[in-house]
C-alpha cells in the first residue's frame, strides 16, 4: 500500500511494502518503458504535526535498446528516496518536500516514488561499456564480428594519403 491513513501514523512509524504496476497513473509520462513494477518500501513516521517523514526505496527493471548496438536490454534501477510530506508551505521549499493537504486523511507515497523514478531512470542504456556498435555502412554488430566495410579512415591522415 502506497497510501498510509494518517490515524495508522499517530500510533508510530509505519512499514510502507507496495507496488506501482508500470500502468499506474502516477507513472504517465515516464519517458521509459518498465518490464516490472515498481517495488517500494520503506519506513514513514511523523516528525512533529502534521508533517511525515519517509525514508524508503524503489527498484524497478527498464526495458530499453543499448544506444549503440540496438540490443534489447533491461537494466535494473534501484534508488533510495528521503521525502518530507507536510501540510506547512514553508517546509516545501525543501526539493524533496511534498505538499499534503491540511484535510488530507492519508499520505500518497506515489509523488514521491515518481518523482525519483524520474531521476533515476537512465538517459540511455548500453549493453556494455565496451560494446563496439553497429558499422555505420552495413549495419553488422561490431561486437559479433567484422565487416567487409573499409575502416573509417581517421579525417588527420587524410592530407598524408592523397
Ligand atoms: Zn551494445
Ligand atoms: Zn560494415
Same mark, same amino acid.
Given at each position: 500500500m502506497l497510501r498510509i491513513d494518517v490515524r495508522e501514523l499517530a500510533a508510530g512509524p509505519v512499514e510502507t511494502r507496495g507496488e506501482l504496476s $508500470? #500502468?499506474? $497513473? %502516477? +507513472? &504517465? !509520462?515516464? #519517458?521509459a518503458r518498465l518490464g516490472a513494477p515498481v517495488a517500494v518500501q520503506g519506513r514513514l513516521q511523523a516528525i512533529g504535526a502534521e508533517r511525515f517523514f519517509w525514508q524508503g526505496s524503489l527498484r524497478t527493471v527498464v526495458e530499453g &535498446?543499448?544506444?549503440?548496438?540496438l540490443t534489447p536490454l533491461r537494466a535494473p534501477i534501484q534508488a533510495e528516496i528521503s521525502a518530507l510530506f507536510s501540510t506547512? /508551505? &514553508? %517546509? +516545501? #521549499?525543501? /526539493?524533496?518536500a511534498y505538499a499534503l493537504a491540511s484535510e488530507a486523511t492519508a499520505v500518497d507515497l506515489a509523488p514521491a516514488v515518481r518523482e525519483e523514478l524520474l531521476l533515476s531512470v537512465p538517459r540511455f542504456i548500453v549493453c556494455s561499456e565496451d560494446c563496439r556498435g553497429?558499422?555505420?555502412?552495413? !549495419?553488422?554488430n561490431l561486437n559479433t564480428g567484422l565487416c567487409a566495410c573499409a575502416p573509417a579512415v581517421d579525417p588527420r591522415w587524410q592530407g598524408l594519403r592523397s
Amino acid at each position: 500500500m502506497l497510501r498510509i491513513d494518517v490515524r495508522e501514523l499517530a500510533a508510530g512509524p509505519v512499514e510502507t511494502r507496495g507496488e506501482l504496476s $508500470p #500502468d499506474d $497513473p %502516477a +507513472l &504517465e !509520462g515516464l #519517458d521509459a518503458r518498465l518490464g516490472a513494477p515498481v517495488a517500494v518500501q520503506g519506513r514513514l513516521q511523523a516528525i512533529g504535526a502534521e508533517r511525515f517523514f519517509w525514508q524508503g526505496s524503489l527498484r524497478t527493471v527498464v526495458e530499453g &535498446e543499448c544506444r549503440r548496438c540496438l540490443t534489447p536490454l533491461r537494466a535494473p534501477i534501484q534508488a533510495e528516496i528521503s521525502a518530507l510530506f507536510s501540510t506547512d /508551505p &514553508e %517546509a +516545501l #521549499d525543501d /526539493p524533496d518536500a511534498y505538499a499534503l493537504a491540511s484535510e488530507a486523511t492519508a499520505v500518497d507515497l506515489a509523488p514521491a516514488v515518481r518523482e525519483e523514478l524520474l531521476l533515476s531512470v537512465p538517459r540511455f542504456i548500453v549493453c556494455s561499456e565496451d560494446c563496439r556498435g553497429l558499422c555505420p555502412h552495413c !549495419g553488422t554488430n561490431l561486437n559479433t564480428g567484422l565487416c567487409a566495410c573499409a575502416p573509417a579512415v581517421d579525417p588527420r591522415w587524410q592530407g598524408l594519403r592523397s
